[in-house]
């Protein structure tokens, strides 16, 4: 048996080590993910009320258009209904993205070090993705809107950018969008949107009211805390929309999924809360930072990158021996960083310690 010969050569995804395996492997009691970008304090309580009551209909297909849902996330965000598309996380969105709008020989722009996904799903239908190096950590818009010729489908943008945590302001887009011809899609994926604090984060909602070929990505599964529940969605033309609409799969999220992400939409003071408290544990590990005289990327969502001047696979393992699982930067491209979570204020001041002791443990690189 043959598999397409797009996919021979893609490597399966490798996601943080999950805390029961490092406990085991390791033999320790108490371990601290910091690892996957997941809201440390959980989610609304009222998804737990929600999930609850959908026990009984577990035996029945979800609503395959999401009626309930996509009414409510219109609502909150203003726009129309016929706007939005839900996937079992914006993953999936991605993906049928690809599907919708990719053949082989078509090319896709993305930078060199970003969300894996966006490369992954174009080369499954054949595409060419054309790689940007990104500057100082943040995507060249410039250099990307140069990329970009009569066979460019769809241009990603990760904003703020995973792994670098990196954000592209709403001036520096809107300078991009113009540049960019109407027959290639812009993905803003902002997983981590609503995290931001700055007042200069785009505002695609207003974005895609001007360009039919924008189209904003977000998700459940971070600052609303769903992320094991698989939700997430698009906001874009309604053209386009029902172009990825084509692909989706019959019923591709679920009843709890569902009813999970209603009650979680309608409980803002949570998501205030959850921000406010990410901001401060974000401010602590910068200051950090540079009390150990480490450099960190401008971080803007719910994780940091950090350059530790030594090689990323003995840090990162160091940490792990200690129980905190982070992402080690020798996965992600960045030989001698480590990409952290922000967690608990309990979770930081712990990983500032493990940090400390390994960082004496492990010689800086000359």
Known sequence: MKPKQTIIHLPVYQPGK?????KRELGLTEVIKLASNENPFGSSPHVKAAIEAEITNISLYPDGGAVQLTEAVAASL???????????????????????FLVPGDESVMASHTFPQYKHNCEIEGAISIEVPLKDGTH????????ITDRT???????????TGTMNTDAEIKAFLAKVPAHTIVVLDEAYCEYNTTGEFPDSIELIGQYKNVISLRTFSKIYGLASLRIGYGIGHPDVIRSINQVREPFNTTRFAQAAALAAIKDQDFIANCREANTAGLNYLEEQFKQLGLHSFPAHGNFIMVDVARPAAEVFNGLLRRGLIVRGGHMLGFPTSLRVTIGSSEQNAKFIAALTEVLAEVPVLV
Do not use: H, Y
């Open 18 to 22: 999950p805390i029961e395996e490092v």
């Open 153 to 163: 489908k769809i241009v990603w943008i990760c904003n703020p950018n995973n792994p």
């Open 140 to 147: 060249d818009l410039d250099a990307m809107a140069e990329a």
């Open 78 to 100: 203003g726009v129309e209904t016929n706007q939005l598309i839900f996937g079992a996380g914006s993953d999936e969105v991605i993906l049928m993205l690809a599907r919708a």
